[in-house]
């Protein structure tokens, strides 16, 4: 079973960066597409971005030019990089292999 911890949130002025990371384990991880979502309070969980196994990367609109999403495959990790963040990219950011789930990480954004 694969397992995927998320790390690297935290409290951060509006315009700052974050940059967060998920390792897997248990799993052959460079075979896995990865994706970031993020669950805004009352919201609906959200994709963000992914990366697949070739390293082709998609990104929501509404963080295109923001974020950036990559993997190290030697390490078992993923990261999303998010720069010129704004109050509304308040979010629990989870990471996901298409089947399991990280615990998430908590992004708040202050204005």
């Known amino acids: 079973q694969l397992q995927l911890v998320e790390s690297g949130g935290g409290l951060v002025q509006a315009g700052g960066s974050l940059r967060l990371s998920c390792t897997a384990s248990?799993?052959?991880?460079?075979?896995?597409?990865m994706l970031w979502y993020r669950q805004a309070p009352g919201k609906q969980r959200e994709l963000v971005a992914f990366?697949?196994?070739?390293?082709?990367?998609n990104y929501a609109d509404s963080v295109k030019g923001r974020f950036t999403i990559s993997r190290d495959n030697a390490k078992n990790t993923v990261y999303l990089q998010m720069n010129s963040l704004k109050p509304e990219d308040t979010a629990v950011y989870y990471c996901?292999?298409?089947?399991?789930w990280g615990q998430g990480t908590q992004v708040t954004v202050s204005s």
């Open positions: 990366i697949s196994t070739f390293g082709s990367t």
């Open positions: 996901n292999d298409l089947t399991y």
């Open positions: 248990g799993s052959i991880f460079s075979r896995n597409t």
